[in-house]
């Protein structure tokens, strides 16, 4: 009786702290979070909209690794990362995270186009993880990024859209 009284009150907390992202909760140290935030803003660059390093994507993509993934596709993910750090400072003559953004860009370029490619690379992992992030954070839905209604309204078969009208996936 207990266990059933127990759980009651339980679960609807569980539940509810799933709902929400805590960027301290990641254990990534700093050096870690600065390449993720600057891969990560790479791909969702700053304009006049916040970026992915102003919603903290790094710190996000830290914990999504090491609390979602299997550690097969989490040692992938971690050499990726390492791998961009490594050949990044290579070619761009200092470390990644420092590097502008066209350099940046410039260089994650061979990345994307190895990821379109090859169906698991570990490039298409960190975009979508960006984009997920991204597009579910408070600062695209402040920015009016995208269009959130916090309380439902009725299905709308007809609304009105025209060239203004933000859309979640414009580009399907």
Do not use: W
């Amino acid at each position: 009786m207990a266990m059933a009284i127990g759980g009651t009150l339980v679960a609807p907390t569980v539940l509810l702290e799933s709902c929400s992202f805590d960027p301290d909760t990641t254990t990534a140290g700093p050096v870690r979070l600065a390449m993720l935030d600057a891969i990560a803003e790479t791909i969702i660059p700053r304009t006049a909209t916040a970026g992915a390093r102003d919603a903290k994507i790094g710190a996000f993509i830290d914990v999504m690794i090491r609390d979602c993934y299997y550690p097969d596709m989490q040692e992938k993910l971690n050499a990726g990362i390492k791998e961009i750090a490594v050949e990044g400072k290579k070619s761009i003559g200092r470390p990644f995270e420092e590097a502008t953004q066209m350099e940046r860009e410039a260089f994650l370029t061979g990345y994307d186009e190895a990821a379109q490619t090859e169906g698991d690379h570990f490039f298409k992992t960190l975009k979508e993880l960006t984009i997920l992030g991204y597009f579910t954070s408070e600062e695209a839905a402040a920015d009016g990024v995208v269009n959130y209604e916090a309380v439902p309204t009725k299905y709308d078969p007809c609304a009105p859209v025209d060239e203004n009208t933000k859309v979640f996936y414009s580009n399907i």
